[in-house]
């Protein structure tokens, strides 16, 4: 069984086995006897890795054993290996050729905190969100089907995706078309910890052998012949199944259920996915894992261990605290919201810790609702509230909400119900690169009719245009980043701001040359205001992306020769585009600079180095406004 250590390593550790077994080619040449020890150095391996770089820690942990056992047994990348989400991927990306990469993980030019297929061929499918696994390696059984093709495809999620509506889709497709597949249930939740064991482990290498595979398609022939003798077999035979193990619900999909076994037994593991490994149709193979395995705190807190930040130098001073995150400024207001109005239902598909709900759900246990990873069922489910007189709360990250785009027309939008949506991780988020980035929420919002859509620019005017939104009747979003704020001091109240006006942070005092305003979308109007302290520009914190502040864009046009807009949104469709549309609707025609995301996928890095890529720190939007006006001059 894995070796449990108790500190993450400063210096590299010495693993003669792992330097032997670089690719799956190299790992397959080594004896079984040797790949307990091997599971011992990658998971030294990884602990060293994520120590200096940080990242996600305790789902890499859990599946050592798997991984290994995956590219032992199966023909990688022949044959498709596809998981899900990506959290856990770290030991496969070690093991696949890229273990000297690791130490650039998650930094700018470096790899990826997910699978990616540009950088692996081993990355059959890329990922970054959840319950896509299934659906994915379905299409690749299908395809190899179709051009007659001999190759395995297998899928590895965990219990928490399998939450998700698509993971069951996919599941009731691929048992429809009789898809020759392997689904790995990695389940780290050890609410069935008691099958697991001997006896478990025993049931599931006779479930899987090819003995038992052929006895029951003999059964079968002959009981087929007989009225409704098979029928009454199969159904025996899975609620024999169902007493002993909790497979009854994927044998009713169609999937032929094996497990669950322990996710840490090499022999097992190996044994059964061999066993598996040619059977034909839909399998599914149910192994418990169990998060932050070998590391002695992260079993302790597998929630606080899920990632964390890279080592400090040994000596180095300790991180002072600094200004509270946007997160923490919406979870106070949702209390103070909730305490003052019993109607408030808040609701988050399974981001409680990141959202920062957690003293909501502690205060208003009855009013929190965690519908686990399932985000367009939050947004429906917000609306049927509403249609009752709650007031819904959804708190969601701006990438999430993407996948419930139908139901927030559909069934928020459309019926023009009372539902505030509580943008998260809004903009560009740093390290996990383009799968979780907010790129797109305000070009997505800003064209849905009756939609308040607000763009706070500190942690005071997030908490004021919560409530604003929270007061609206129709649906309203507000959209904020990840991380803190410039520490703005907190009005305690619970007051609104006049729906659809900006303010002027600042005024040009020029009376000669060219006069340039900066009308800014949210957080950036620190950094427009350093800009314009050296240019003399004026700077509106407009607030308001819809309805826009038309009286302050026309009075800006007005005694401006530019007007630049600024925004962490895409520029295509953003509210660069809205100040465009009203100036070309209303007759004024000014030079225009739209300062926003480009159209391309920013690639991981620290928050800073993408902001600066995109030009949307101070020094980038006084280039692109002294670039413009030396062609207007």
Request: with cysteine; charged share 25%; net charge negative.
């Amino acid at each position: 069984m894995p070796k449990t250590f108790h500190e993450i390593p400063r210096e590299r550790p010495a693993t003669p086995l792992l330097d032997r077994a670089a690719t799956p080619d190299r790992l397959r040449q080594l004896g079984e006897a040797e790949l307990e020890v091997l599971a011992d150095e990658l998971r030294q391996e990884l602990l060293y890795t994520v120590g200096q770089t940080g990242g996600h820690f305790g789902a890499g942990l859990g599946v050592i054993e798997l991984t290994i056992a995956l590219h032992y047994v199966f023909d990688t990348p022949g044959d498709r290996l596809v998981w899900d989400v990506g959290h856990q991927a770290y030991p496969h990306k070690i093991l696949t050729g890229r273990r000297e990469r690791m130490l650039t993980l998650r930094q700018k030019d470096g790899i990826a905190a997910f699978p990616r297929r540009s950088e692996s061929p081993y990355d059959t499918f890329g990922v970054g969100h959840s319950s896509t696994s299934i659906g994915a390696a379905l299409g690749m059984a299908i395809a190899a089907r179709l051009k007659g093709e001999r190759r395995r495809c297998i899928a590895v999620i965990g219990d928490g995706a399998l939450t998700a509506g698509m993971a069951f889709e996919a599941l009731n497709h691929a048992s429809d078309v009789q898809a020759d597949m392997l689904v790995v249930l990695n389940d780290n939740d050890m609410s069935i910890s008691k099958n697991v064991g001997g006896l478990s482990n025993y049931l599931a290498k006779i479930l899987s052998s090819r003995t038992y595979a052929s006895m029951r398609e003999g059964s079968k022939n002959i009981l087929s012949r007989l009225p409704g003798a098979w029928e009454i077999a199969r159904r025996t035979e899975e609620y024999a199944k169902g007493m002993l193990v909790p497979g009854t619900l994927f044998e009713e999909l169609g999937w032929n259920y094996i497990g669950p076994i322990d996710g840490h037994d090499l022999p097992t593991l190996l044994a059964t996915l061999r066993n598996m490994r040619d059977l034909k149709g839909p399998q599914l193979l149910h192994v418990v894992t169990k998060k932050g395995k070998g590391f002695a705190p992260a079993e302790a807190d597998p929630i606080g261990y899920h990632a964390i930040t890279k080592l400090e130098p040994e000596g180095s001073a300790p991180r002072q605290p600094g200004p509270p995150r946007y997160s923490s400024i919406f979870g106070r207001w949702l209390c103070d919201m909730a305490a003052a109005d019993p109607r408030l239902a808040g609701i988050t598909p399974a981001m409680k810790e990141g959202s920062d709900l957690v003293a909501f759900s502690q205060r208003f246990p009855e009013r929190y609702f965690d519908v686990a990873i399932a985000e367009q069922h939050a947004v429906t489910l917000a609306a049927g509230m509403a249609c009752d007189g709650l007031k819904p709360v959804v708190a969601i990250y701006s990438t999430f909400l993407q996948r419930a785009y139908d139901q927030l027309i559909h069934d928020v939008a459309v019926q023009n119900l009372d539902v505030l949506f509580a943008i998260d991780r809004a903009g560009l988020v740093g390290e996990d690169g383009p799968t979780h980035a907010g790129s797109f929420d305000l070009s997505y919002l800003r064209c849905i009719p009756g939609m308040l859509v607000m763009t706070p620019s500190d942690e005071n005017e997030l908490r004021r245009l919560l409530t604003t939104g929270y007061l609206f009747e129709g649906p309203a979003a507000v959209r904020y980043p990840r991380g803190s704020g410039p520490n703005a001091p907190l009005e305690p109240g619970l007051e609104p701001l006049p729906i659809g006006k900006g303010v002027l942070r600042r005024r040009s005092g020029k009376s000669d040359g060219p006069r340039v305003a900066l009308l800014v979308f949210g957080v950036q109007v620190a950094e427009a205001l350093r800009v314009a302290g050296k240019l003399d520009a004026t700077v509106a914190d407009m607030r308001f992306v819809k309805p826009l502040d038309e009286e302050l864009v026309r009075e800006l046009a007005a005694g401006h020769e530019l007007l630049v807009t600024v925004e962490e949104n895409s520029i295509m469709g953003g509210a660069g585009s809205a100040v465009a549309e009203y100036l070309a609707e209303a007759g004024l025609l000014r030079p225009l600079l739209h300062l926003g995301l480009p159209d391309y996928y920013v690639e991981h890095a620290r928050p800073a180095e993408m902001l600066a890529e995109c030009g949307l720190d101070a020094a980038g939007i006084e280039a692109a406004v002294c670039e413009r006006l030396n062609m207007l001059s």
